[in-house]
Structure formats: structure tokens, C-alpha cells
């Protein structure tokens, strides 16, 4: 269960970094990965990393309608993409 986490966390890392160069991306696989990060924040209220979880589902929620400095979606791709790789090989 742990390793598709992970691998969501990977998607949604990429999909931040995507909105980061203002690619099309499909508005659909935005939403939904956007609203698993905010439901997992949630469930995992007490770990600092759900923190990182808030700030990239409304990050991807924002990049469908505004567009943002590309360095706010790096940094954001970085935090949730790490936290995908420990989830991976933890």
C-alpha cells in the first residue's frame, strides 16, 4: 500500500513540475491527484510531511487556473517527490 503512495507522490511531483513549465496537462489527472494529496494530508495529520501534501494539491489546484513563479511548483515538486522516493524504498 505504502509503495503506491509513493508512486502517486512520484505522479503528482511530476505534474508540479509540468505547471512549472506551463505544459498542457490533462485537467482531470490534475484534480484527482490534487485532491489525493489534500486527503492524504489528512489522514496523516501529524506527520510534517502532510504539510508538503496542503501545499502541492493547492499548488496543482492553482496551476489550472493561474500561473505562478516556475520556482514555488520546483521547490513544491522536490518536497512531495522526495517524499514519494522514501516512500518507495522505506
Known amino acids: 500500500m505504502v509503495k503506491f503512495l509513493g508512486i502517486f507522490d512520484l505522479l503528482a511531483a511530476g505534474l508540479l513540475v509540468g505547471a512549472g513549465y506551463e505544459l498542457a496537462m490533462p485537467q482531470g489527472l490534475v484534480i484527482t491527484l490534487a485532491v489525493y494529496l489534500l486527503l492524504k494530508a ?12 496542503v501545499i502541492g494539491g493547492i ?7 493561474m500561473t505562478l513563479p516556475p520556482l514555488v511548483f520546483f521547490v513544491a515538486a522536490v518536497l512531495v517527490g522526495l517524499k514519494g522516493m522514501m516512500s518507495l524504498f522505506a
Open 59 to 65: 499548488l496543482l489546484i492553482l496551476s489550472l487556473s
Open 42 to 53: 489528512l489522514l496523516f495529520l501529524a506527520d510534517i510531511g502532510s504539510l508538503f501534501d
